[in-house]
């Protein structure tokens, strides 16, 4: 193996996984002290702090006082899930895909529901759908930011505000790091594992007042687990949207989402956390400039995700190969920068194309990503060298 001279700079923090995300600058076990444990998080104590969860995500996301805001299972799958099953059915669905997540959603539709008449808008990873076949007369079920292919959707301006169907949005790594215009969208949901860096397993869910119109006047044709029920006798049960969770939640967890959230408020809330995601995304952004055998695997930059940055090699020799051999020169480029102690967890998501996913969301240091750069580039080096030993 080649001896090229590394970088002088390190990163502090090597953590650039796409979920579940780093934790906030300044973050400590001791943050979480003063969690409510080992009573019932039906008690006093407990629902005051799952409630004050749902307040600080209201005010810090924007979302309108009309809207429900649910904690509920299994992260952000169930609250998805919650809403496929729950609502889906009373229409035709368009189903629009462009990632692994986004296509799990089409399957389940397809092969679970067995919905009939769902139409099929897809683009290959890297690209984004034609928006403009969507039929928003329908239910429509799309990713805001597709996670393991770094392409969003530029805005919500693609959605009518007189469309019939309801919008079934995955926010999840988006909700936190992007502007959702929650006029456009009547089912949002995302996990605290992500943007925030929150702990696993607990998903949120949004809903407008169409959807909860939906869900009291529609029951769709399958039997719903408990885990799924949000309505009793034909109306909503509120107790979901208030802290009143439908199964029990950790209140650690609950705890260091609440410390997520009150550390981006004090730091200027929404915008702050948005401006952090993009500087990240900038460093990312000044290093691929300027060296030839790396791009972004989204080909539009308007459509370029500020949280999971993700990038393929552009350099022939490697484009030769074949997908195999590309494969296992990536990963062998992600698992010399894990040994040197530079970054954990940045290979491409298995089902996406060979390459690089960095995240880049408000709970990074620009500094973090400035730094992790050049090491990505001597980590290349590196292993080209190897190639023709």
């Known amino acids: 193996m080649s001896t090229l001279p590394k970088p002088g700079q390190r990163p502090e ?40 969860a749902i307040e600080l995500t ?3 996301l924007g979302v309108p006082d009309s809207y429900r805001i649910g904690i509920v299972p299994a992260s952000d799958t169930g609250a998805v899930e919650m809403a496929l ?26 092969n679970q529901l067995k919905l009939e008449g769902v139409r099929k808008i897809n683009a ?3 690209e984004l759908p034609d928006l403009s076949r969507i039929d928003f007369d329908r239910d429509v079920v799309f990713t805001w930011n597709g996670t393991t292919s770094g392409v969003r959707v530029p805005s919500g301006d693609f959605i009518p ?13 988006a909700a936190f790091a992007q502007q959702l215009d929650f006029d456009k969208l009547d089912v949002t949901t995302f996990s605290w594992q992500k943007v925030l860096g929150g702990e696993a397993a607990h998903g949120m ?29 034909g109306k909503l049960i509120e107790g979901i949207f208030e802290g009143a969770t439908i199964n029990t939640p950790s209140m650690l967890c609950v705890e260091d989402y609440l410390d997520a959230l009150l550390w981006a408020k004090s730091i200027g809330g929404l915008e702050t956390l948005i401006s952090r ?26 459509t370029r995700s500020n949280t ?3 990038l393929v090699i552009s350099d022939p020799d490697i484009i030769a190969l074949s997908k195999e051999r590309q494969a296992e020169f990536a990963k062998s480029i992600a698992s010399l920068l894990e040994a040197e102690g530079i970054a954990l967890d940045i290979g491409a998501y298995r089902d996406a194309p060979a390459g690089f996913r960095i995240w880049c969301g408000g709970t990074v240091e620009a500094g973090d990503v400035r730094a992790l750069m050049p090491w990505l580039g001597w980590a290349f080096e590196t292993q080209k060298s190897t190639l023709s030993t």
């Not at 692994?100 to 959603?105: K, M, Q």
């Not at 505000?161 to 790594?173: H, K, V, Y």
Request: net charge positive; charged share 25%.
């Open 308 to 310: 999971s940055v993700c």
């Open 58 to 60: 209201r005010e810090l």
């Open 124 to 126: 290959a990873y890297g």
């Open 205 to 233: 869910l949004i809903l407008s007042p169409r959807a909860v119109e939906r869900l009291e006047g529609y029951t769709p044709p399958w039997p719903l687990p408990k885990i799924f029920r949000m309505t009793k006798g």
């Open 85 to 110: 099953w729950s609502l889906l059915g009373a229409r035709g669905v368009d189903m629009v895909s462009w990632e692994s997540f986004g296509a799990g959603w089409v399957s389940d539709v397809c």
């Open 13 to 52: 923090n090597i953590r650039f996984s796409s979920g579940p995300c780093t934790k906030r600058p300044g973050w400590s076990l001791e943050k979480l002290k003063n969690a409510s444990l080992g009573r019932s998080h039906r008690a006093k104590a407990g629902k005051s702090k799952l409630k004050s």
């Open 277 to 302: 995601a993009d500087a990240n995304t900038a460093a990312v952004s000044d290093y691929v400039e300027n060296h030839n055998w790396i791009d972004f695997l989204a080909s539009d930059p308007a």
């Open 161 to 173: 505000a007189d469309r019939e169907g309801l919008t079934i949005c995955d926010a999840t790594s």
